[in-house]
T-cell receptor, first 118, second 111 residues
Framework: DTGVSQNPRHKITKRGQNVTFRCDPISEHNRLYWYRQTLGQGPEFLTYFQNEAQLEKSRLLSDRFSAERPKGSFSTLEIQRTEQGDSAMYLC????????????????FGPGTRLTVL | QKEVEQNSGPLSVPEGAIASLNCTYSDRVSQSFFWYRQYSGKSPELIMSIYSNGDKEDGRFTAQLNKASQYVSLLIRDSQPSDSATYLCAVASGSARQLTFGSGTQLTVLP
């Protein structure tokens, strides 16, 4: 399977604990995105990496959230001191930026990590 | 203010009919537009992308784009019960080309 993979698929934690999610993008993709989706809503953008550089962060990404993409391969998203409002599906997507042109950037999503904060 | 709006659902169509899904967006400089299908409890799956004004057909799916009206639509011909899902309209913007999604339209195809 050469798609985007995410682990774990489900995480249940108690309020105040730290959690970390992992995303492995499609191997040749240089762009990696994190989104968050709550029930009944479309995904909301959190942050973006081009190779190993984190180039964009949403206002949704509070200082309790941190993301890394060492060596431009897999990425991790950590949430510190979790709150019940953090309960959501965390989605990772990857794409390949074409050289020149508009870089159309079709994004392919992983299966997501569903976080429940008790 | 929501930047991508989709027609409110749920939408029900009989099997074999045409399902029409609509979307408007506010960012005039957007260049890339996408339709994703999301089954309950699953992640979004890309089904169509469109970048130029006009129609783009792929099998039973046709995407339509009108940049002057800031309008994107998706037609599903010969709808099947397996098409029952939530359809998300997404618009790429910014230097990161991050996607802004609508809230989705839930489609039910009745056998």
């Amino acid at each position: 399977d050469t798609g985007v993979s995410q682990n774990p698929r489900h995480k249940i934690t108690k309020r105040g604990q730290n959690v970390t999610f992992r995303c492995d993008p499609i191997s040749e993709h240089n762009r990696l995105y994190w989104y968050r989706q709550t029930l009944g809503q479309g995904p909301e953008f959190l942050t973006y990496f081009q190779n190993e550089a984190q180039l964009e962060k949403s206002r949704l990404l509070s200082d309790r959230f941190s993301a890394e993409r060492p060596k431009g391969s897999f990425s991790t998203l950590e949430i510190q001191r979790t709150e019940q409002g953090d309960s959501a599906m965390y989605l990772c997507a990857s794409s390949f930026r074409t050289s020149g042109g508009a870089g159309y950037n079709e994004q392919f999503f992983g299966p997501g990590t569903r976080l429940t904060v008790l | 203010q929501k930047e991508v709006e989709q027609n409110s659902g749920p939408l029900s169509v009989p099997e074999g009919a045409i399902a029409s899904l609509n979307c408007t967006y506010s960012d005039r400089v957007s260049q890339s537009f996408f339709w994703y299908r999301q089954y309950s409890g699953k992640s979004p799956e890309l089904i169509m992308s469109i970048y130029s004004n006009g129609d783009k057909e792929d099998g039973r799916f046709t995407a339509q784009l009108n940049k002057a009206s800031q309008y994107v639509s998706l037609l599903i011909r010969d709808s099947q019960p397996s098409d029952s899902a939530t359809y998300l309209c997404a618009v790429a913007s910014g230097s990161a080309r991050q996607l802004t999604f609508g809230s989705g339209t839930q489609l039910t195809v009745l056998p």
